[in-house]
């Protein structure tokens, strides 16, 4: 494809040398790290820069500025030519106003898609060289479970840094909802980045004013903070005096030392509105205080990922504060951070390249409807071009004139579809199906997505003004309407019945799409987590920095366990370590006296640290003995509940498992019920549920609290609580059902993108069915006045109008159905409940479409049917 | 039709992206391939330049004498084409020194003032 496109555009006596020079550049950037995007993106850019100097090349040499044939003459051919059309587009608004409206559809969800696509997945930082940056993510494994460390101190990434292997580090970290206060204005609530002290100088970043603090600078005095550009424009209204100003942000006082340009921080999805040194992180967030920072890191030329990866999982060890990990088996990864680091990409990745693939589809139907409307009016001007034609205006004259209205239809319908994408793509992103909080990657409505939305805009100019040019080629243009023959009307027809059937196939696959991911909703909707989510809410608390000795954390969650507890919205309280339905989880080895694995993965089950009364709460079932009623749970002897899958698994049955002992000394009081702990789509997990008392110390916990009444109305009331307790501890509450919700977020995401494009298409094919049946029965009135003269009944003239839009459905859906079941093989990954070769998805979908084309037919048949013969006589 | 008055041009008469480009064909002494002398802008100038615009300006300085070059045989790892080398002409680097001594005796001395200017 790359090297086709470079062919047809590089061409030329220098077309060798310049490709070979485009293919050398872009396998360079692949051999640097480049990903395959980035690579392709800015060999894109060097082609289109190289063919438009050819381009210009060749028109500098062919011509003189002056003389006949020469580019001042050419120029205002063109120029005449494109008032020309205007006048004509002018003087029709209602079809000018379809054409471009239809396409404007088109390039306009095709713009929008990409927008959210190059913010989230596409977009490299802006910082220099943003291909060698990675971000350092490590694993220690320890004792049979493996120990998250991504997040490292202040101190380890300056020991990490003096070990000079593969390159240099940075670390930083994110605070919501701080106080930004400014001398003479209001406070502001911003975004802080806090950043260690080499951040800019590795990161290469450029100021847009101002200057960015380097490394060996000490903050005698002021604390220098850095506003970003999309902050200082939105919020500061680009204040050029914003520089040296004093400021403060929670307890820290600085000035403002400059302005970014374009760059927005290093987590993507969520874009940081001021950067602070991390010397002064305690008093800004002192919440997470104790928090590590993210790492990032700067690859030195020469090395590649592997090597990498390898030295510093060696050098990674003796930096760890705990002697313990010193032991373990660690492990380091390098991802990819070239466009910033994102928790968010991997799980939207899948849903935004569907999406372009569905607007994809959507533009094809948008082109092919305004290749219809274009071709009926260039039949309708075939006198224009046959006078043209005879007072001296060449075949070429005539298809530039084409030509040139194609472009300007294009034009206009890109310029709206620009502002379509413009409204559109925010409202898209904030249906991102990621986790709890929206993401907010920041969209940017500049040259990039411009020029994709021109490119687009030509591509689909083209599909829609190919079908007139593709007549002008093959018929005489001196041939007026008059003296058209069958064989010239059949040739039109055809090419109009290729376009609809074209519109009808993408109708089917959108339609189709939009139908399996409605029933994959529907059945998620349906499944039984197992447990009852109703009437839930979710509290998750990080007390990080509170207590690190287990007895006295226990006792503080306990503290807020009695708060919450005593709210008279709230009935009963539970907790467990990361919640349920959130992602996270915690896993451990199963021991068992006198039963040996028989591969590695039997001795694994998923592990709840849980609070009291975790059963009732949620009201799951208890298959046998007993739960963990405050009474067991606070018990110092060690006990477990056990899933049913758990129990059949290691002890054959249910009952066989209460009373046995597992891990030397923790026994099996009870047998609880499967459920869904991770997504609805999980199927029975073996599952042991432990009290947290007997856990070490962790300082994340969710408490899982059962409301009487209105559900919402409760969060409120137990955010006050937990504030009331602890003003700084950081706390999120949301409800059971909400954090179900999200699990199916990327399912919903597409689903509703592909409903919204799947009515799109249907509405326009029905206007294609519309206008083509109207047009055929006004061509055929004379015809079909005979007809009825001759004692045709009314039913035999719609069955004959009816014949053609059916054939050509019938064609069309014919092409789409092999195409339907390819997409249902790429959706499988997001189906559920719903097989590829459905029986019931693709037919009832190609019925349904019979059936509206049909209803887009039958207003036309039924004016054809009461045609007056002798009216229609005395007419002509 | 318009009339346009075609603007009188000196023969040796350098655009601002043909200097660079001779520039860059000049640091480059023997070596100057499409890619050196991509890099070479690149690298000292930021801006981004596309193969087709260096060919092409080159493929116009050849005309005008004001470049040689030299087509050499395919090398191994490379994409199997020839690859075409520049060098400076003597009368290229006339060109070239009377446009840098132009810009250099208007722009002489005004670094200061610029850089005044330009904070305020």
Redesign the interface.
Known sequence: MRRWLTAIL?RG??A???R??????YARDRAQGASVWRAHWRYA??????????W??ALRRSS???GPGGM??VI?AVLQDVRYGARLLWRSPGFTACVVLSLALGIGAAAAVFSVADAVLLRPLAANDPGQLFEFRATAGLGGALKQLNRISLDGLRALGRTREAGEFIGFRTADDRLLKRSGSGALSVRVEMVSENYFDVLGVTPLMGRLPGGSESYSGSIPMVLTEHFWRGQIGADPDVIGQAVTIGGAAGVIAGVTREFTGMLAERPADVIVPAAVASLVDPATASTGFRVVMRLRDGLTVDVAEQRLAAVYRAVLPDPRLQRADIRVTLADASRGVSDARESMERPLVLGLALVAVLLLVASANAGGLLLARFTSRSSEFAIRHAIGAGRRRLLRQVLVESVLIAGLAASAGFLIARAVSPLLLGLAPYGPTPVEFELRFDWRLLSFTLAIAAAAGLVAGGAPLFRLLSADPSLRPVHETRSVIRGRRRVTETLIAVQVACALLLVVAAGAMARTLVNLGRVDPGFDADGVLAIAVDAAGRTRDDASLAAYYLRLHEQLESLPQIERVTSVQFGIMTGAETTGTVEIAGWSPVSDDDRWARLFWVGPDFFDVLRMPLLAGSGLGREQWANSEHIAVVSRAFAEFYFGSISGAVGRTINGNVRIVGVAGDASYGTLRDQPIRAMFVPYTHAPSRTVRTFLARTSGDTRAAIRPALAAMREHDPSLSVQVTTLKDQIATTVARERFVAIVAVILSMLSLALACTAIYAAVAYAVAERRRELAVRVALGATRRDIVGLVLKDPFRVTIIGLTLGVPAAYALMHSLAALLFGVTPLDAAVIPLSAVGLLAISAAAALLPAHRAATVDPQECFKCS | ????A?IAQPASYLGEFEQLVLFAVLRLDDAAS??GI?DEIEARTGR??????I???L??LEERGLVASIVLPAVRG??G????QYQLRPAGARALRDAYDSLQALAGGLSAKLIELAKG
């Open positions: 590089v006596r220098h060798p040398f310049i070979d020079d485009l293919e050398h550049l850019h060097l082609l289109a820069a190289s063919a438009l100097s050819i210009r090349d003189h500025l002056d001042a003459q205002d | 039709m318009r009339k346009r075609k499409g890619v991509h981004s330049v596309s193969p087709g615009a060919y092409t300006t493929g116009r490379r994409v084409r020839p690859r075409k």
